[in-house]
């Protein structure tokens, strides 16, 4: 079993920066990807990012590349989601996610779940 906690989220404005995190604790597994999925009112749960533990690899969701960059802090068991140049598209509701394989983009394939933490970004 692993808990997931995201903090971070807030409201800011259009343009500015924030960093979300992601703590992980309890079951570790030898090779599990670390993911981000957003949920905007009124739109589906979609992909944001995603980080393999042990390989470093990374992908991003076309809306956010370039913007946003994930990160790991293997220490710490933590995971983040450096946020930039952020628009009002990007208001949602941020969830990270755990999964015992490697990096997809396919949130059904995920194992565990955070409660998610809000982001408005207003214009």
């Known amino acids: 079993q692993v808990q997931l906690v995201e903090s971070g989220g807030g409201l800011v404005q259009a343009g500015d920066s924030l960093r979300l995190s992601c703590a992980a604790s309890g079951r570790t597994f030898s090779n599990y990807a670390m993911g981000w999925f957003r949920q905007g009112p009124g739109k589906a749960r979609e992909f944001v990012a995603v980080i393999d533990w042990s390989g470093g690899r990374t992908e991003y969701a076309d809306s956010v590349k370039g913007r946003f960059t994930i990160s790991r802090d293997n220490a710490k068991n933590t995971v983040y989601l450096q946020m930039n140049s952020l628009k009002p598209e990007d208001t949602a509701v941020y969830y990270c996610?755990?999964?015992?394989?490697?990096?997809?983009?396919?949130?059904?394939?995920?194992?565990?779940w955070g409660q998610g933490t809000q982001l408005t970004v207003s214009s």
């Open positions: 996610a755990a999964r015992r394989a490697g990096i997809t983009r396919f949130d059904r394939l995920y194992d565990y």
